[in-house]
């Protein structure tokens, strides 16, 4: 290689961003980091940035701006600060950047992606919102600009790697019956019923087999984050919602599958640490070493299997019905539940009340047509407002 792949790091300080950047240092000849952003947890990114020397940081508002950007002098480093929405869009779609890992959680990391996508970048995509809010217009810019693709949920990331190469042409065309979406079930999959009402944050984002963020873990509690990965995996793999099932597999170790008509099962499978699909989309169609143990089946022993109960994981039905309804329902979806959730972890509303503030803002904001961004940023909007105004009626 010529020079090192210049990667951009949105998130940079989440957990996704954090083991990109173990890759990535593993890996000095092949990679160099360019930019990196972060939101809240500042003196992380300030130290991330004196670790890997990028050439931009990127953080939310001025006033932070100015504090890391003193920072970075007085350690020396010559890297430039950037501001908000703009400066996430730069450092997306810069010339000098190869590939762009999105990792920024929620509605916020789409038009940072939508810009490296329109740029014509490799994108490494975490941020799965993206995808769910507004797939038709992403995957149409995908296909304008030549831009490549690449699933970073270790779900999204083990289909592709399960698919045939020309997938493309559409899962009938290339013998591919369904596919199967594993799921953990999260810290509640056991839980009697009548005990929910009564979980507590912390129980919620005390994953037993994944290390995430709080918002992402209680997704994965509620499997709404599998809802969203079957939304993605439509738009990724051109697939129908009846084309995909979700399959709870407590161990995590098989990662996602891929049935075929001739009755042939594909399926990757690996230890549950999000190094294995980074460095797999890094490297991609090559091969690099992620850091991550080798998978001892022996110790496993046992691989488990169960159909979700959707009485127990209301969030997944929610979540199929706005894939079948689409247009701008996915959206509605996303939003509803990024305003149920915080209000969650705020300790404002039950466990429960995540899935009865969703279904009531999908019952309520009609399903519209989505025929360019703003009609998405609309629908987002929208389904803000009624889920606050369910937090208000209810005396939170």
Not at 165 to 181: E, K, N
Not at 277 to 292: F, K, M, T, Y
Request: include cysteine; glycine fraction near 6%.
């Amino acid at each position: 290689m010529s020079r090192p792949q210049q990667i951009t790091v949105l998130g940079a300080t989440g957990s996704i961003g954090l083991s990109t950047l173990d890759v990535i240092a593993r890996h000095p000849e092949r990679y160099q980091v360019f930019a990196l952003s972060g939101f809240t947890r500042l003196s992380e990114l300030l130290a991330l940035c004196v670790r890997h020397t990028p050439r931009y940081a990127v953080v939310p508002e001025a006033g932070a701006a100015r504090g890391l950007q003193d920072d970075l002098h007085a350690a020396g480093l010559s890297t430039r600060v950037l501001v908000g929405e703009e400066g996430l869009c730069q450092v997306a779609a810069d010339p000098e950047v190869d590939a762009v890992m999105a990792a920024i959680v929620g509605a916020a990391g789409l038009r940072p992606t939508l810009a490296a996508v329109e740029a014509g970048k490799k994108i490494l995509l975490a941020n799965k919102e993206a995808l769910v809010m507004s797939g038709a217009l992403f995957m149409q810019a995908v296909r304008k600009s030549g831009s490549v693709l690449l699933p970073i949920d270790s779900e999204h990331n083990a289909i592709f790697q399960c698919m045939p190469q020309d997938f493309a042409r559409g899962l009938g065309a290339v013998g591919v019956r369904r596919i199967l979406l594993t799921a953990s079930g999260g810290p509640f999959r056991q839980t009697p019923m009548a005990e929910l009402a009564h979980v507590t944050p912390e129980q919620a984002c005390a994953h037993p087999n994944w290390s995430m963020g709080r918002k992402i873990s209680v997704d994965s509690a509620s499997m709404m984050n599998k809802g969203l990965e079957l939304i993605e995996a439509c738009w990724l793999f051109d697939a129908k919602p009846s084309q995909v099932e979700v399959v709870i597999h407590p161990q995590s170790v098989i990662h996602s599958l891929v049935d075929y008509v001739d009755g042939s099962v594909l399926a990757q499978l690996g230890n549950p640490d999000m190094r294995t699909p980074i460095a797999n989309a890094l490297a991609w169609p090559e091969r690099i070493d992620s850091g991550v143990a080798p998978l001892d089946l022996f110790a496993i022993a046992r691989l488990d299997f169960q159909a979700p109960d959707e009485e127990r994981f209301p969030c997944l039905r929610l979540a199929r019905q706005a894939a079948e309804a689409g247009n701008s329902a996915p959206a509605v979806l996303n939003a509803a539940n990024e305003v149920a959730v915080a209000a969650f972890l705020d300790g404002r509303v039950r466990y429960p009340e995540i899935a009865s503030i969703i279904e009531e803002v999908l019952n309520l904001e009609p399903v519209v047509a989505v025929n360019d961004l703003e009609a998405v940023f609309t629908a987002d909007a929208k389904a803000r407002v009624l889920a606050e105004q369910w937090l208000s009626r209810h005396g939170r």
